[in-house]
């Protein structure tokens, strides 16, 4: 199994530009969600999903969108790049809701300029 | 509302010293709680839940609710152990996982 893959792993964006960070997950997970990680700030929740149609903001959500059209995808997308959105992205899956281990994709590493 | 307090931000301790990396939470429901760790150039993973009482890589923690704490400890550190360590908390309606700030961790020889 592959597990939580992100792609790309690193990008660079213009103030403005719009992109899309991918994230797919191979364990039939219903929970889904995306973080950020900044230096001194550790992981801040942006948005999550607890099944396929079902999205909720997190603790950061301006600036971004998400959808869960399929159990397995759940893109996050920068609407429009600000240099305060310069940080690395998680996303992570997990099969329910208690006590169960949340697995993390190797991340994305944005840049924007 | 859900809080996790790392207070430390790094901590440096010598090979063979014992560690100690602390954790406190807010919460006004039963807590389910997790320290999560990120070694170099890899991807955050799961390191112990307190709910399964493991010890793992020799860490362990033990959930305080009268202190509200969750600190992790490990007798004897190896350099094997530096990384960035992080305390997370799992509730909420629709049961979030919040994570603390992370510290630092590093084993000198």
């Known amino acids: 199994n592959a597990g939580v893959t992100q792609t790309p792993k690193f990008q660079v964006l213009k103030t403005g530009q719009s992109m899309t960070l991918q994230c797919a997950q191979d364990?039939?997970?219903?929970?889904m969600s995306w973080y950020r990680q900044d230096p001194g700030m550790g992981l801040r929740l942006i948005h999550y999903?607890?099944?396929?149609?079902?999205?909720d903001q997190g603790e950061v959500p301006n600036g971004y969108n998400v959808s869960r059209s399929t159990t397995e995808d759940f893109p996050l997308r920068l609407l429009s790049a600000a240099p305060s959105q310069t940080s690395v992205y998680f996303c992570?899956?997990?099969?329910?809701?208690?006590?169960?281990?949340?697995?993390f994709g190797q991340g994305t590493r944005l840049t924007v300029v | 509302a859900q809080r996790v307090t790392q207070p430390e931000k790094l901590l440096s301790v010598f090979k063979g010293a014992p560690v100690e990396l602390k954790c406190n939470y807010s919460?006004?429901?039963?807590?389910?709680l997790f320290w999560y760790v990120q070694y170099s150039r890899q991807r955050l993973q799961l390191l112990l839940r307190?709910?399964s009482r493991e010890s793992i890589k020799g860490f362990t923690a033990d959930l305080n609710k009268g202190e509200t704490s969750f600190h992790l400890k490990k007798p004897f550190a190896q350099e094997e152990d530096s990384a960035m360590y992080y305390c997370?908390?799992?509730?909420?309606?629709?049961?979030?996982?919040?994570f603390g700030k992370g510290t630092l961790l590093t084993v000198n020889p």
């Open positions: 992570a899956s997990s099969y329910g809701y208690r006590s169960t281990e949340a697995f």
């Open positions: 307190h709910i």
């Open positions: 997370a908390l799992l509730g909420g309606s629709n049961y979030k996982l919040t």
């Open positions: 364990m039939n997970h219903e929970y």
């Open positions: 919460y006004s429901g039963s807590p389910e």
């Open positions: 999903s607890v099944g396929a149609g079902i999205t």
